[in-house]
């Protein structure tokens, strides 16, 4: 009866949630179908976050791909609503570009999991004895620049370890420039010369 | 068969009961794992439908008030306090329609997720703190994660209104989801606040900061935090699509908005979802501001009915806490029907208008304030009257302060000339020459 290793079993219906609903997504035709078997997909990964202890990247990918996908599919509904893309029928060299392009990476991505040692997964028995930390400290400490997760390396080479803010800054103002980008070429253009209109 | 029942009653005796009264066990064992699962379920399941079944009461009995009417009356003998039980199974047996050219399958999985995303913020909210928490799932980041979770009740109401082939349904989900989204931003900006000051996104270890008298709370702490109480409870009051800011369901220019085909049970799903959804968000309020577990006095403490003084107290204790944590949270849901039957329903623009230009600046500034009163005033509580309890400097990020970093002071920037056949001093010899 203890036989059942419980996160076993949850990690293999998680990530068959994930993989079934990505496939769902592929072989759907119609477009609310689709952003909604994408959540479902990107809610199965944020499950797999939390059954391995770190809920914070968990909550972080619902809010920010779960969220994101939601706006994506109100833009979705509201700005494709003609008939034409609301269900789309994928050609038939679409399909084969597609397998091509996407069996290239995934082939990689199996040769690259089982070739690294560092990636396999490690003994059951390992496992159980890890001590339990689900704890989202050292990547706020690390955002705010003290890498405490490496606290115990040496200090010349902590020396050089700025945290995640200096990158972080750059994303941001990056996404900023995007957003004033954006907000400028979806702007109405007004006429430099207006003529008086009554 | 016999062993599997004796397991679950030698788990239950000596591991769920205990560990209520402050015993740790591990729920290792197979069906301890499962059965631990199902009692938090069932007891947060029942929270939502018991709750909704209260609210729903309460809603019509407070409206009748405020209309100079009476309510229900009825059913159940006073008050009409069985009046949603009979409501629920006028519901149960009404036809359940769906429209010809509906996506059938979102059509009806739509309740179902709205429902599931309310229930799912109840895991990490506590109910009881202390050092054993009455709480489903203790998250380090709880109040992350309720937030990210309250965000996907809108997928459901989206889908209905997709799904249900109707302009109204379309409209009011579009309103909703744009407002949604909108107020997501300045809630969030001001769940931080609370969260700045306690120094941890734990809501256990906010809730334990404030501990002692109402003095304590953290609404009262700055005038920063008392402002971003009601804009927080403003965002909140939108986030959850009640008047007025209901335009998802305006009754007056959408029929009934994203749930105007739906009927039966599934459309009280929805209202399951609506008032569970209330209900996680004043818990949220009362642990994030009014003290969560703590009475305006501390009865639990002065009693003595903490967990040093033995477990069945700690565990009294805790249940004066749970009957603090719901009364508050209950509270908030009485204003919130408060507002709903005095307010008018503002217009579209109004709504964003509140959203962009008072409630997301009000916040960020009443951010800035909480940072400079906390840099300026520390270890300071009740607007900076009284000095803070050693509770408030309980964080423990779990680490060792760092040692500081001996960097050597950057060198000048210098290339090493090495000139073929000359010593080291030499070649300092002719670049001091050089200079």
Known sequence: MNAIYWPSVFFLLFGAMACGFALAVLLSANIVRMAFYL????????????????????????????????????FGVMLTSQERFVNMKTLAGDWVIGMIAGGALLSLLTAAAFSVPEWRGPERAAVENLPIEPNATPIGMGLLGARVDQIGAPADERAGMAGYLFPFEIV?????VVLIGAAYLARAKRRSNPLPTG | MASAINNLLDWLLTSWLLSGLGLSVSTDSAIGYVV??????????????????VFIWLERKISGRIQDRLGPTRVGGKFGWLQTLADGLKLITKEDLMPDGADGFLFKIAPYISFAASIAAFIAIPFAGGPYPWIAQHLNTGVFFVIAVLGLEVFGVILAGYSSAS???????????????SYEVPLGMCAVVPVLIAGSMDMVVIGNQQAGFFTNWFIFHDPATFITFWVY????????????FDLAEAESELVAGFHTEYSGL?????????????????????????????GPIPIASLLGLTAENGDV?????????????????????????????????LRIDQVMATCLKYCTPIAAVMFLGAVLWQYNLPGRTFFGLLAAPPAMFSVDEGWEAPPAVTTE????????????????????????RGN
């Open chain 1, 39 to 74: 959540v479902m997909s990107l809610a199965a990964t944020a499950g797999l976050f939390f059954l391995a202890g770190q809920e914070f990247v968990g909550a972080m990918q619902l809010l920010i791909y779960v969220g994101g996908t939601l706006v994506l599919l109100i």
């Open chain 1, 172 to 176: 941001s103002v990056h996404l900023l």
């Open chain 2, 36 to 53: 631990a699962a199902f009692i938090h379920i069932a007891l947060i399941i029942n929270l939502v439908a018991v709750g909704a079944l």
């Open chain 2, 167 to 181: 302009k109204w349904s379309l409209f009011g989900a579009m309103r909703e989801a744009a407002q949604v989204v």
């Open chain 2, 233 to 244: 409870f403003t965002c909140a009051l939108a986030s959850v699509n009640r008047a007025p």
């Open chain 2, 266 to 294: 599934r459309w009280s799903f929805f209202f399951m979802a609506e008032y569970g959804s209330m209900l996680s968000v004043s818990l949220l309020a009362s642990i994030l501001f009014l003290g969560g577990w703590h």
């Open chain 2, 313 to 345: 107290a700690g565990y009294v204790g805790n249940l004066l806490g749970l009957t603090n944590v719901l009364f508050k949270g209950v509270v908030g849901v009485s204003v919130m029907i408060w507002i709903r039957w005095t307010l008018p329903r």
């Open chain 2, 409 to 432: 002071p950057a060198k000048p920037a210098m290339v090493e000339v090495r000139v073929e056949g000359l010593t080291p001093q030499q070649v300092a010899a002719n670049q001091e």
